[in-house]
């Protein structure tokens, strides 16, 4: 069962696409050689009520730490949505000027897969 993102106010929206854009990525992966692959958003920073308010807006996906190898570096952690929930978000987001070109770029990637 899939989950759908939440219906976002405009201006959180354009505030967790400003996040993707500066500091997250979309791309696809797949988790073995034979899947198809799908979407995927994620968000690092090392400030986890941040992700943890975004994950809380949308209503889908989750915070992870990320491993920490260096012990001089910070715990990090990223938020990370997958598949069609991942799309929903995007769906939300689409009329944000700064996502609209990524939105379409996934759109035609997954036409093509």
């Known amino acids: 069962m899939n989950k759908k993102a939440k219906k976002l106010e405009p201006v959180d929206a354009a505030y967790i696409a400003a996040l993707i854009d500066g500091e997250g990525s979309v791309m696809l992966t797949r988790v073995h050689k034979n899947e198809y692959r799908r979407v995927c958003i994620s968000i690092s920073n090392c400030d986890k009520k941040l992700l943890d ?25 990223f938020y990370k949505i997958v598949g069609r929930e991942a799309i929903s978000l995007l769906e939300h987001l689409e009329n944000d000027e700064k996502v609209i070109k990524e939105v379409e770029e996934e759109k035609l990637l997954l036409e093509w897969s």
Do not use: L, Q, R, S
């Open 53 to 77: 308010w975004i994950c809380n807006k949308i209503g889908i996906g989750k915070v992870h730490p990320k491993k920490i190898y260096n012990k001089k570096h910070a715990p990090t952690f």
